[in-house]
């Protein structure tokens, strides 16, 4: 049948439930240094490598990028925190999920705009070692955040997928919808779970929409049914 080698998964939002910590921390890192941003400033960098969009919250300035390091530390810093006395919780289904594409000889893999070190800490709260996912791509590993198709690229070699027909990217933010189509995924799947609503993805390239990660296992089969009667 012709399904997925390879699904990539966002992690805030997508996998793991957000709880509004992540906007919380940019809000606290940010009014901490003065600076103060809109709800609409903030959804429009979900989804982006969490350096990145400190920079492009900050005004325009001679010590834009120095500022920018200093924020982007406080955020960090508040965010283990805050994920640190609140835990960490995976979303309703995706751990089952994750379960029946291994069972189909699947490979399962995690991009995120966190770097390494608030990845781990996500990572080792929830337990997800390399029997339940096998790459993990961080902010940090990659030149180029999302829209930039560079996480799913460094997840495709790390899962040894060179096809990128063969790969399903899931998400939660029209930031993911932009980088998989920028990847040439074949299945470009965008979840309702997360920062961005069903209006605001319908917006961007996906071939499909579903309420949540919870969701997966029954659309892939949907499509192996076409896809098995379109042979026929």
Known sequence: MDEPRLVVFDMAGTTVKDKGRVADAFLFALGRHGIEV?????????????????????????DRTKQAE????????????????????????????FRRLKERDV????NTGFDREITSLL?????WGSEVVDAVV?????????????????????????????VMNVGDTVLD????HNAGVRWNVGVLS??????????????????SVANLPDLMERINRRDTEAQL
């Open 70 to 97: 200093t924020v982007y530390n406080s955020f960090r810093e508040h965010l283990a925190r805050l994920y640190g006395e609140g835990g960490v919780e995976p979303l309703e289904g995706a751990e089952e999920t």
């Open 194 to 211: 997360g920062a961005h609503g069903r209006q605001t993805l319908e917006q961007e390239p996906h071939t499909h929409l579903i309420d």
């Open 138 to 166: 961080c902010g940090d590993d990659v030149a180029r955040g999302r829209p930039a198709p560079d996480l799913i690229f460094r997840a495709m070699e790390a899962t040894g997928v060179g096809d990128a027909r063969r």
């Open 123 to 127: 990572i080792s709260s929830l337990g």
């Open 38 to 62: 809109t709800p609409e400033q903030l959804s429009r960098v979900r989804g982006s490598s969490k350096r990145e969009a400190v920079l492009h919250l900050i005004p325009e300035g001679p």
């Open 107 to 110: 490979r399962v893999a995690l």
């Open 177 to 180: 919808l932009q980088a998989g």
